[in-house]
């Protein structure tokens, strides 16, 4: 005997319905690390953009900060937290292999009965998590998805080391993906490339750290070179399959908000796109840093806010980093 089993039943269409973010209080300038790895605030600028960051207080814990932007993210998009049927957050500084921090921050915005879990793609994370998020919502397992991108990357960072300590910030950005009556989320293009997935990684395991007492601290490390070579060629191409996937051109943008890694990788990308001039793009880094998984959502705030992009207008996203992982879609900004 054959027995029916019935599907679940979605949406056609999805669609960022909301945007918050959180940046932390203390602002860390390039005077203040340069003494440490025998640089300057010259120097750091010109190799990577960077001014300031923003470093998480110890009342500023990362489900604290992915908790603030959710709940503007729900606010921003006229919902309640009982409406959100899943929760994902990207992050790698989440240092508890379980609980997954999206249950606690679930918990905290009052979307008790979401589903919730981490994801762990590094600075490719938001985009994959809305990707998913999408998926979600267009097959029908969720009304609602709350995707946080957080980190507090400067947990991990080696303030001795010259190629990272002045790199990475912390915050965090949320978006809510919901139902929509046109398209607002395009098809992603992802992947990873996991023969170079050594250029960006951990100085040892936490394994290693649990038998050897001896062995530094698992701090982040990466060999900034190789990495500036494959993000400024080889990801260009991941945008361009994006933008062909939602039937686009670079002239048809409003926006490109990459990842926010080197300020000198984002404009390579931009010259590599071909992008014109009046396609507003994402340099976020320059006050906040390099913030991983929380970048791509941070920067999107901030464009809006600030009136560089409006609600509706088109934007490329795209995320790449360890592993090395990547993503990338094109969306209708809320």
């Known amino acids: 005997m054959s027995t029916r089993i019935r599907t679940a039943t979605g949406t056609r269409h999805t669609r960022i319905l909301g945007v918050g ?37 110890p009342d500023e814990t990362l489900t604290e900060m992915g908790a603030a932007a959710a709940g503007k993210a729900i606010a921003h998009a006229g919902l309640s937290p009982g409406q959100i049927d899943a929760v994902l957050v990207a992050t790698i500084t989440h240092f508890k292999q379980t609980p997954a921090a999206a249950t606690t921050i679930g918990h905290r915005v009052g979307a008790d009965a979401a589903m919730a879990l981490d994801i762990s793609a590094a600075c490719a994370g938001f985009s994959t998590a809305l990707a998913l998020a999408s998926d979600l919502v267009r097959a029908g397992s969720a009304g609602h998805v709350l995707v946080i991108g957080v ?14 300590a002045f790199l990475f910030g912390d915050g965090a950005g949320a978006v809510v993906v919901g139902p929509a009556e046109t398209p607002g989320i395009g098809p992603v293009a992802w992947g990873a490339d996991g023969s170079q997935s050594d250029i960006i990684t951990q100085s040892v395991s936490w394994q290693e750290l649990r038998h050897d007492r001896e062995v530094t601290f698992p701090f982040v490390q990466m060999e900034g070179q190789a990495v500036y070579r494959w993000a400024s060629r080889a990801v260009a191409q991941v945008a361009r399959t994006a933008l062909d996937l939602a039937g686009i051109t670079g002239g048809q943008l409003d926006a490109f908000i990459p990842h926010q890694a080197n300020l000198r990788i984002t404009d390579a990308l931009v010259k590599a796109l071909d992008l014109p001039t009046s396609v507003a793009v994402a ?9 991983s998984a929380a970048s791509i959502p941070l920067a999107m705030d901030q464009m809006l806010a600030s009136g560089e992009v409006n609600s509706g207008d088109t934007a490329l996203l795209l995320g790449f980093g360890a592993g090395l992982a990547y993503a990338s879609q094109v969306v209708t900004l809320p």
């Open 21 to 57: 973010a959180y940046r932390p209080a203390r602002v860390v300038t390039n005077h203040e690390i340069a003494s440490r790895i025998d640089s300057s605030d010259e120097w750091i600028s010109s190799r990577t953009g960077i001014r300031t960051r923003r470093w998480a207080g």
């Open 151 to 164: 980190e507090r990357l400067s947990d991990l960072l080696n303030h001795d080391d010259r190629g990272t």
């Open 283 to 291: 340099r976020d880094i320059v006050d906040a840093g390099n913030t």
